[in-house]
């Protein structure tokens, strides 16, 4: 995997669920677009950009990082759903 310098902007609100989640997680996409899920969901390719966000690792996809210059919250969103779903399901 390659660790770069490249400047790819990344919300606060992505900074502070990767950190308040304690993992690593990767860009990836899917058919709905990018989409932010953790490495146990999808894990990471050798192709791969690596930014460190605290102790955590945000893998990010070469494909999409061709495309983007930020990193955006509505990328969390399919996981967010997941999230919920599986809140709801265990109540």
Do not use: W
């Not at 993992?23 to 192709?47: H, N, Q, W, Y």
Request: hydrophobic share 35%; glycine share 6%.
């Amino acid at each position: 995997m390659e660790k770069t310098q490249r400047t790819l902007d990344v919300d606060p609100q992505v900074k502070a669920f990767i950190l308040e989640h304690k993992g690593d997680f990767r860009l990836c996409t899917t058919c709905g677009g990018p989409a932010i899920v953790p490495v146990e969901m999808k894990g990471p390719k050798d192709s791969d950009i690596v930014m460190q966000i605290g102790s955590n690792k945000l893998y990010i996809s070469r494909v999409q990082a061709h495309y983007l210059r930020r990193i955006e919250k509505h990328m969390l969103a399919y996981y967010e759903r997941y999230l919920e779903k599986k809140d709801r399901t265990f109540q």
